[in-house]
């Protein structure tokens, strides 16, 4: 989809006029305001369509109203909503050409107007024989044309995620990670078994052994002379969770190849970084394995010992991803950088505690925290805080080692941050829990079901508004 900036989108020929209309307001269009207002009651309510033609008369041959909800309740955000519910409405009806006229809606919104439009236009047909092409091929409008092309960048590095999340498990594995981390143009080393044993990655190796696959640890790097603030971004990097030994039931495995949702965000960021030259050094880490079982499989009662010397007891082989970020923690924070973040499909826990809506934040720092969720909330996704109070630990005190990968049942999302805080040294640190936000089996407001591209827009913006 091509996103054109236009003086004047009523003068376009094109399938389809686009016209918003707040809830028992006036449209901008006389035709609308007598027929579906008037006649009929379209009342504009949010997400509410409806179809006129014009017969010819117009360069357009249909209007479709689209409603906006309260005028005093709306904002960027349900602009991004409503403009991909008419995109939705545009490919159903199989339209190429969609102008859009936003009136009194101001050019600040552009952003958002655009992530709306080119997130609805994501498709994962990749592995389909027949491919529908039904999708808008040109949407005009009049916006800001800065603020379009930041947000084609964005939209662009979200569909890189997504493609990956759904990518199966069969090809995502942690050579191909490693191979797309190199092909981005960046400063790229890839880590392999050997040298990470030599680094004493204990704990992520541990996880990586039974499968075929070897575990690939990968550093991609973009600098700047003089950096304002340099950051860290570490993704959970699991390519395939089937829990290990303590093997998971079926219907729990069935959408684990988005274990490495964290790693997909990372290589979608870094791989649009540079269009952006940002004054921020970033580092994109990522502790790609397979979690399997087998003979050479780790197991439970194991004791593992990570780069920084803490040893670990293995209570469930399935709380791994906790362990291969143990390590990821310990190198990023050698790099002497003033942030580091990660992102994780870590819990089932944080999932059941915040459903698909949100994802759950927490950390040793608690402006790093209030910005990103500020930046989430503007970025069009939702962090949610949750405490990392140190009784959380409690649960994984072990009798043989430092510590249990798990332990406690009850705050789960919790327990994992306490657990990887004890592998965090003199850094702001945040974690983002995304087992619930990074792949959909429904669709919900602009996404489709599959991979979500989670984290990427915030994470983007935050770095972008350093
Ligand atoms: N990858 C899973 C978490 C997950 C669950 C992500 C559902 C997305 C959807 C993680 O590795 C895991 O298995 N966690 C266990 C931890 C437990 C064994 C302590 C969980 O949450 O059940
Ligand atoms: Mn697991
Ligand atoms: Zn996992």
């Given at each position: 989809?091509?996103?054109?900036v236009?003086?004047?989108t009523?003068?376009?020929?094109?399938?389809?006029?686009?016209i918003?209309?707040?809830?028992?307001?006036?449209?901008?269009?006389?035709?609308?305001?007598?027929?579906?207002?008037?006649?009929?009651?379209?009342?504009?309510?949010?997400?509410?369509?409806?179809?006129?033609p014009?017969?010819?008369?117009?360069?357009?041959?249909?209007?479709?109203?689209?409603?906006?909800?309260?005028?005093?309740?709306?904002?960027?955000?349900?602009?991004?909503?409503?403009?991909?519910?008419?995109?939705k409405?545009?490919?159903?009806?199989?339209?190429?050409?969609?102008?859009?006229?936003?009136?009194?809606?101001?050019?600040?919104?552009?952003?958002?107007?655009?992530?709306?439009?080119?997130?609805?236009?994501y498709?994962?047909?990749?592995?389909?024989?027949?491919?529908?092409?039904?999708?808008?091929?040109e949407?005009?409008v009049?916006?800001?044309?800065?603020?379009?092309?930041?947000?084609?960048?964005?939209?662009?590095?979200?569909?890189?995620?997504?493609?990956?999340?759904?990518?199966?498990?069969?090809f995502?594995?942690?050579?191909?990670?490693?191979?797309?981390?190199?092909?981005?143009?960046?400063?790229?080393?890839i880590?392999?078994?050997?040298?990470?044993?030599?680094?004493?990655?204990?704990?992520?190796?541990?996880?990586?052994?039974?499968?075929?696959?070897?575990?690939?640890?990968i550093?991609?790097?973009?600098?700047?002379?003089?950096p304002?603030?340099?950051?860290?971004?570490?993704?959970?990097?699991?390519?395939?969770?089937?829990?290990?030994?303590?093997?998971?039931?079926?219907?729990?495995?069935?959408t684990?190849?988005?274990?490495?949702?964290?790693?997909?965000?990372?290589?979608?960021?870094?791989?649009?970084?540079?269009?952006?030259?940002?004054?921020?050094?970033?580092?994109?880490?990522?502790?790609?394995?397979?979690?399997?079982?087998?003979?050479?499989?780790?197991?439970?009662?194991?004791?593992?010992?990570?780069?920084?010397?803490?040893?670990?007891?293995?209570?469930?082989?399935?709380?791994?991803?906790?362990?291969?970020?143990?390590?990821?923690?310990?190198?990023?924070?050698?790099?002497?950088?003033?942030?580091?973040?990660?992102?994780?499909?870590?819990?089932?826990?944080?999932?059941?505690?915040?459903?698909?809506?949100?994802?759950?934040?927490?950390?040793?720092?608690?402006?790093?925290?209030?910005?990103?969720?500020?930046?989430?909330?503007?970025?069009?996704?939702?962090?949610?805080?949750?405490?990392?109070?140190?009784?959380?630990?409690?649960?994984?005190?072990?009798?043989?080692?430092?510590?249990?990968?798990?332990?406690?049942?009850?705050?789960?999302?919790?327990?994992?941050?306490?657990?990887?805080?004890?592998f965090?040294?003199?850094?702001?640190?945040?974690?983002?829990?995304?087992?619930?936000?990074?792949?959909?089996?429904?669709?919900?407001?602009?996404?489709i079901?599959?991979?979500?591209?989670?984290?990427?827009?915030?994470?983007?913006?935050?770095?972008?508004?350093?």
């Open positions: 989809m091509e996103i054109r236009v003086e004047n009523k003068n376009i020929e094109s399938d389809i006029l686009v918003n209309m707040f809830e028992e307001c006036q449209t901008s269009n006389d035709l609308a305001n007598q027929y579906a207002i008037d006649e009929d009651g379209f009342k504009g309510k949010f997400g509410e369509t409806y179809l006129l014009t017969y010819g008369k117009e360069p357009y041959r249909k209007v479709l109203i689209l409603g906006l909800g309260k005028k005093e309740e709306f904002n960027p955000n349900k602009l991004r909503e409503a403009v991909a519910k008419a995109i409405k545009a490919m159903q009806m199989e339209a190429k050409k969609v102008a859009f006229s936003l009136d009194g809606i101001e050019f600040d919104y552009s952003e958002q107007f655009t992530m709306g439009a080119l997130i609805a236009d498709k994962f047909d990749k592995y389909k024989s027949e491919k529908k092409d039904n999708g808008v091929k949407v005009y009049q916006a800001n044309p800065a603020l379009v092309n930041k947000a084609e960048i964005i939209a662009t590095a979200m569909s890189f995620a997504r493609n990956l999340s759904n990518e199966p498990a069969q995502a594995t942690p050579e191909e990670l490693a191979a797309i981390a190199c092909d981005l143009g960046l400063e790229t080393k880590y392999d078994k050997e040298e990470c044993e030599k680094m004493g990655m204990g704990a992520f190796l541990a996880v990586g052994r039974a499968s075929i696959h070897e575990p690939k640890f550093h991609m790097k973009y600098q700047v002379d003089n304002k603030k340099r950051i860290a971004i570490i993704g959970k990097g699991i390519c395939f969770d089937s829990g290990g030994l303590d093997i998971k039931p079926a219907s729990s495995m069935a684990m190849k988005d274990d490495m949702s964290g790693a997909a965000a990372v290589l979608g960021i870094m791989s649009v970084i540079k269009e952006f030259h940002p004054q921020v050094e970033v580092h994109g880490i990522i502790a790609a394995c397979e979690n399997m079982p087998g003979g050479k499989a780790y197991k439970p009662g194991d004791i593992l010992t990570a780069k920084n010397g803490k040893t670990i007891e293995v209570d469930n082989t399935d709380a791994e991803g906790r362990l291969t970020l143990a390590d990821a923690l310990c190198y990023a924070c050698e790099l002497g950088v003033d942030e580091v973040i990660d992102m994780a499909t870590l819990t089932g826990a944080c999932m059941v505690a915040l459903g698909t809506q949100a994802a759950g934040i927490m950390g040793n720092d608690e402006e790093l925290i209030r910005n990103l969720i500020s930046t989430a909330e503007r970025s069009g996704e939702r962090f949610w805080q949750l405490p990392l109070w140190e009784e959380y630990f409690d649960g994984l005190k072990s009798e043989v080692a430092d510590m249990k990968n798990s332990g406690n049942r009850w705050g789960g999302a919790s327990s994992a941050g306490v657990f990887l805080q004890k965090v040294k003199d850094v702001k640190w945040a974690h983002i829990d995304i087992a619930g936000t990074a792949f959909l089996e429904k669709p919900q407001k602009e996404l079901a599959g991979g979500t591209g989670a984290g990427v827009r915030t994470l983007l913006n935050y770095i972008l508004e350093q």
